[in-house]
């Protein structure tokens, strides 16, 4: 069984940084297509950003070029580095994971998990 906890959410200023981080127990990250999800209030869960089993990482045209998601394997952690905060990245952040041998480079519908975390807050001040 795998279980992920989320952790590094917080309320910041447009333009600031954050990263939140997935810690995953049960299964070292390098195992494990993961991805990170979010959902505004009133709003459909999007995928973010996705990392499949080795370090192949996509994401979501919203968010290109001011987030980076990473795997830190050694402490079996799942990270997302937000830069360049908009109001509009304002939601609940989840950490997701599934296993997939193959790419998970296009997994951005939720349905395709099978794990997922409690979530933590982002809000974003204008």
């Known amino acids: 069984q795998v279980q992920l906890v989320e952790s590094g959410g917080g309320s910041v200023q447009a333009g600031g940084s954050l990263r939140l981080s997935c810690a995953a127990s049960g299964i070292p990250v390098s195992v494990l297509c993961m991805a990170w999800f979010r959902q505004a209030a009133g709003g459909k869960r999007e995928g973010v950003a996705i990392?499949?089993?080795?370090?192949?990482?996509s994401y979501a045209e919203s968010v290109k070029g001011r987030f980076t998601i990473a795997k830190d394997t050694a402490n079996y952690t799942l990270l997302l580095h937000m830069n360049g905060l908009k109001p509009e990245d304002t939601a609940m952040y989840y950490c997701?994971?599934?296993?997939?041998?193959?790419?998970?480079?296009?997994?951005?519908?939720?349905?395709?998990?099978?794990?997922w975390g409690q979530g933590t807050q982002v809000t974003v001040s204008s």
């Open positions: 997701a994971a599934t296993f997939q041998s193959t790419s998970c480079a296009n997994f951005f519908g939720p349905d395709k998990y099978n794990y």
């Open positions: 990392v499949d089993s080795g370090i192949t990482a």
